[in-house]
Every structure is written in structure tokens, then in C-alpha cells.
């Protein structure tokens, strides 16, 4: 509930499934009620991108139950189909995830192929410094990004169809 605290032009829905959280972070960490730009929907995220049809600049998806579980249907293609429908065009998704950044365990493969699965041109960024050469208790948080283009649709170059110099902007030709 921090996020966007002192703004008062935008429009902010906080989801989570918890109803407790908003009397918690009101009175703990807040100290004063949510701004009127600010709505809290006590519900689970599927239930709520199901019954709205809102776009948004902005959906951030932080979803731990504890430092390392994360409820199984919020980490499905399925899920992240949802949030990709509800990003208005150039909307912004960060996802926080807690997962190995070698990925060393299944869980952390699976995680980024089902994320790029649905948002093929994502950033992966590590939160904390790593060594890739040590493999013991290297979990960490990891933000992924992804910027929504209605019109993306992907492409592969290959050696027979290779139109890589038309698709990059006019402005790099000069």
C-alpha cells in the first residue's frame, strides 16, 4: 500500500486476498487511511481480473504467501494470459518472483519459460549479486518486466528471412 503513497492523481486497485491486509498496513505502516485515488479489493487476483474488464498502465504482481511459496494458480500461463489482457497499450507488468537465478531447480526454469510463454520480450532482472559458479542457496528475488504492444506479434530471424533491417526505427537509418 506504499506504492504511489503521496500520489493523488492516479488511480490505484491493491488485490490480495487477505481482507485484514488494509486495516494492517493502515494502521502499521500507512498511519492514516488509503487516499480516495486508492482501492483495496479483498479478493484472489484470477477472481478479480474475471470480473473486471479495467485495462491498466501498471500491474505489478507480487504474490507470496511466505519468502519462497507462491500460490500454484497464480504462476500459470493462464494467469499471466489474464494480466496481459487487462495492460492497456505500453502498460507496464512487473512480476516479483523468488527463484533461482542460475536456474538451478525446475521451479526456476519453468517459472521463465511459462513467463515468456505469454510475454515473449520480458527483462529479467536479479535483485541482489550473484556468482553464477555457486550453486548453493542461490534463490533470491527476481523482477521480471514487460512492456505490452497490441500489436506485437513475434518474429524469429533466420538465415532465408531475415528482415531485421526494415524492422528497426527509421531514426537508427540515418
Do not use: C
Given at each position: 500500500?506504499?506504492?504511489?503513497?503521496?500520489?493523488?492523481?492516479?488511480?490505484?486497485?491493491?488485490?490480495?486476498?487477505?481482507?485484514?491486509?488494509?486495516?494492517?498496513?493502515?494502521?502499521?505502516?500507512?498511519?492514516?487511511?488509503?487516499?480516495?485515488?486508492?482501492?483495496?479489493?479483498a479478493m484472489d487476483a484470477r477472481a478479480y481480473l474475471n470480473q473486471s474488464d479495467e485495462k491498466f498502465d501498471v500491474i505489478i504482481l507480487?504474490?507470496?504467501?511466505?519468502?519462497?511459496?507462491?500460490?500454484?494458480?497464480?504462476?500459470?500461463?493462464?494467469?499471466?494470459?489474464?494480466?496481459?489482457?487487462?495492460?492497456?497499450?505500453?502498460?507496464?507488468?512487473?512480476?516479483?518472483?523468488?527463484?533461482?537465478?542460475?536456474?538451478?531447480?525446475?521451479?526456476?526454469?519453468?517459472?521463465?519459460?511459462?513467463?515468456?510463454?505469454?510475454?515473449?520480450?520480458?527483462?529479467?532482472?536479479?535483485?541482489?549479486?550473484?556468482?553464477?559458479?555457486?550453486?548453493?542457496?542461490?534463490?533470491?528475488?527476481?523482477?521480471?518486466?514487460?512492456?505490452?504492444?497490441?500489436?506485437?506479434?513475434?518474429?524469429?530471424?533466420?538465415?532465408?528471412?531475415?528482415?531485421?533491417?526494415?524492422?528497426?526505427?527509421?531514426?537508427?537509418?540515418?
Amino acid at each position: 500500500f506504499t506504492l504511489g503513497r503521496t500520489d493523488t492523481k492516479n488511480s490505484y486497485v491493491f488485490v490480495d486476498i487477505d481482507k485484514e491486509l488494509k486495516k494492517i498496513s493502515e494502521t502499521l505502516f500507512l498511519q492514516e487511511k488509503l487516499a480516495p485515488n486508492k482501492t483495496f479489493e479483498a479478493m484472489d487476483a484470477r477472481a478479480y481480473l474475471n470480473q473486471s474488464d479495467e485495462k491498466f498502465d501498471v500491474i505489478i504482481l507480487d504474490l507470496f504467501r511466505d519468502p519462497i511459496s507462491t500460490p500454484e494458480n497464480l504462476i500459470t500461463r493462464e494467469f499471466f494470459e489474464q494480466t496481459k489482457k487487462h495492460l492497456k497499450d505500453g502498460g507496464i507488468m512487473l512480476g516479483n518472483y523468488f527463484a533461482s537465478p542460475t536456474f538451478s531447480d525446475p521451479y526456476s526454469r519453468n517459472l521463465d519459460y511459462t513467463l515468456h510463454s505469454v510475454f515473449p520480450a520480458m527483462n529479467r532482472q536479479i535483485v541482489r549479486n550473484f556468482n553464477a559458479w555457486k550453486r548453493d542457496d542461490d534463490w533470491t528475488n527476481i523482477v521480471y518486466s514487460y512492456v505490452h504492444h497490441a500489436d506485437e506479434k513475434p518474429g524469429i530471424y533466420t538465415d532465408d528471412k531475415n528482415t531485421a533491417i526494415f524492422d528497426k526505427p527509421a531514426t537508427l537509418h540515418h
